[in-house]
């Protein structure tokens, strides 16, 4: 009966992540303004059941018996996703159609919606990246409605699974330890918030004229996004930059792993990475701005991507397909996190990395894991209960806490992704220095051009699903989450 249920999942598994997401894809990438993932649901019903649901919960006390101690998590992740994917597609495809279709006007320009991001962190003039922002969030007061309703229906399908909480279902599903994730970013935030009101402060004077009280979150993603972060970062051909450094590692960048490098017009602007038929076919999607950004989005996607392209061919479906999520994540900000260093920019780039410009990168970073550790602690307290409206000024409180720079509440429900990913972006970023500071410690200062490097990191690719951040800390010395290797990556030049 064990196999029956698991060899029923592998039938209809595949097709249907397939279909997913190259539909995710299609509207995501600018391909698609329509979004239709509530048919593609209804295509494949016996996966939103709770009978199948619960079938393969029971095999969680079995997994020795079954033989499945990787595939069952796996699958009982995969079955919790369609389950609250099945019961909110049409809240979710009425949201990214409306984004993909939405424009604003700035100074008679028509900017798409979901670029408007993307805009901000080019514009020079102020009272225009002012103008851009209120614009882009006359539109998510708009979506709010849709975004409540997504809300509702999450938390009452937690229910319907049987889980105390939604809170509760994404901490067991992901295996976040999110109680565990919420003390040590609040640790984070009180162990860096003088160094970086002192770096913040001296670079918004230096390069803006602009005094920290006075700063907006606009003035912060364009801070960051430009001066010598765009010198030190020139255009150039991503993809054969990737296969130079792949090369060195003994690392494929093949047919296999496509990169979508194209600026189109409703395209998103956050990077992503969707599995279509791994190990053979996978993609990878950057909104080029210029400058870092594209360097980190595009090495992010590439490491993303590159954890799946290893895989088995001829695996089972789960250790093909499926992954934990903070896994991909850590993969996607090793690569992501090549930029930091010092040497990988002189070889590549052809550029010295002075004190100045590096602190200005790593400020970069700080910020970062800043702001994701004030929305984890506010994302902690949106889920707590259904009374979702009255979180706004909480949203802004604490993101202002975080950032030190002035936030809107409109942004409070936008901003908060599905399945706390916001902890599995905090998880990954406590995790991914110590896997950086191992490869170092064994192979090289430089590990990046190390063949042995490659080999080893080629090896967990190969496993597919059965590598999860927990076993990569078991595979480090680690017996559980330690944040002591990402405040030594900040104070290698922090101080």
Known sequence: MSRDIILEIHKNGEKFLRALNEELYRNWSGLKRGSNLNSIYRSHPNLGETDLFFSVKDLVMKEEEVGARHAVPLLLGFL????IGNKTAKFTDKIFTSEARQEIVVERKSIPYRAARAKIKKEQKRTKREEIDKR???????LNPLFIELLDTMHSASAELGYSSYTTLCDE???????????????????TEYIYR????????????????DAKIHDLHYLLNSFELNANFPKTDLKSLAKTLLNEMNIEFGENVRADLEQRKDKVSEAFCLPFEPPQNIVFSIYPIGGVEDYESFFYGLGSALCYGYVEREDDFEFRSLRESASVEIFGQLFENLIFQPKWIKRYLKSDAGSDFLRFLYL?????????S?????????????DFESKSDFYKQMLQTATLCEHSE??????????FYTAIYLKASFVEPALRSYLRERFDEQWWREKESGDYLRKMWQRGGRITSQEILKRLGY???????????FGEVLG
């Open 479 to 489: 017996k559980e989450l330690d944040i002591s290797q990402l405040f030594r990556f």
């Open 80 to 83: 919790t996703h369609s389950f």
């Open 173 to 191: 599903v992901e295996g976040l330890k999110l109680e565990q994730l919420v003390e040590k970013a609040k640790v984070f935030l009180i162990d």
């Open 364 to 372: 970069r970073q700080l910020m970062k894991i800043r702001y994701y």
């Open 136 to 142: 882009r969030k006359e539109i998510i007061l708009k």
């Open 374 to 386: 004030g929305k984890l602690i506010y994302e902690m307290a949106l889920h707590k209960d259904e």
């Open 410 to 419: 409109a942004d409070y429900l936008f901003d908060s992704k599905p399945f």
């Open 198 to 213: 002192d770096l913040l402060g001296w670079f918004f004077q230096k390069r803006m004229e602009l005094k920290l009280k």
